[in-house]
């Protein structure tokens, strides 16, 4: 009930194609839902996040699609770049105060030149 | 805004020493501040949550006495790995929490023990 599915493990675009990486809950008591971005040797960088009250949030070239009747949500990385290439975390948690994430395994996101 | 340092960024220590790693948020107060652990091309691993001034909450299987964390104030927590094994060896990284919940992590600490 607490774990998030994340899919694909890894995933190959071509530069300037749209990058789509899916993430699927069981807990309806999720009710924020972040990506992270993480370059190899940092720290996950804050991307975009979306709460379940809208269906959709954009922000630049990412986007986040959330379905909330059947517990997924994804992201899409339009006109994907080289300097995108990194893991992507998906997460959950409630918004009760500060709760902790629930984090998908992560997709390793390679965009070829 | 939202900015979390860690330091140190790197560590190499001998085994059965112990070593502190401080997490900042330097712009924000975080009342509740994580500490994660990650392996390489894994997830990150939730070790504990701690909130200032009160005891941390410790992930199951994570040794508390092993991994002592103190969050003295309000934009500092601190992780000591006592007695460190080389299995102890990994990335470790901190989060803090927003008023809004959302989390910003640290640059992480790579730990070595020899």
């Known amino acids: 009930q607490q774990q998030v599915k994340q899919s694909p493990q890894s995933l190959i675009v071509q530069k300037g194609g749209i990058s789509i990486i899916n993430c699927a809950y069981e807990n309806t008591a999720f009710d924020y839902f972040p990506w992270y971005q993480q370059f190899p040797g940092k720290g996950p960088a804050l991307l975009i996040a979306i709460r379940p009250d809208v269906s959709e949030k954009k922000e630049g070239r990412f986007t986040i699609s959330f379905n909330k009747s059947a517990k997924q949500f994804s992201l899409h990385i339009m006109d994907s770049q080289p300097g995108d290439s990194a893991t992507y975390f998906c997460a959950a948690s409630g918004i009760q105060g500060a709760q902790k994430l629930v984090f998908g395994q992560g997709t390793r996101l390679t965009i070829n030149p | 805004g939202a900015v979390v340092s860690q330091h140190p960024s790197r560590v190499i220590c001998k085994s059965g020493t112990s070593v502190k790693i401080e997490c900042r948020s330097l712009d924000f107060q975080a009342t509740t501040m994580f500490w994660y652990r990650q392996f390489p091309k894994k997830s990150l691993m939730l070790m504990a949550t701690?909130?200032?001034?009160?005891?941390?909450?410790?992930e199951q299987g994570v040794e508390k006495d092993k991994f002592l964390i103190n969050h003295a104030s309000l934009t500092l927590s601190t992780l000591t790995v006592t007695s460190a094994h080389p299995e102890d060896s990994s990335f470790y990284i901190c989060s803090a929490s927003g008023r809004a919940g959302e989390q910003y992590f640290g640059p992480g600490t790579r730990l070595t023990v020899t």
């Open positions: 701690s909130n200032e001034g009160s005891k941390a909450t410790y």
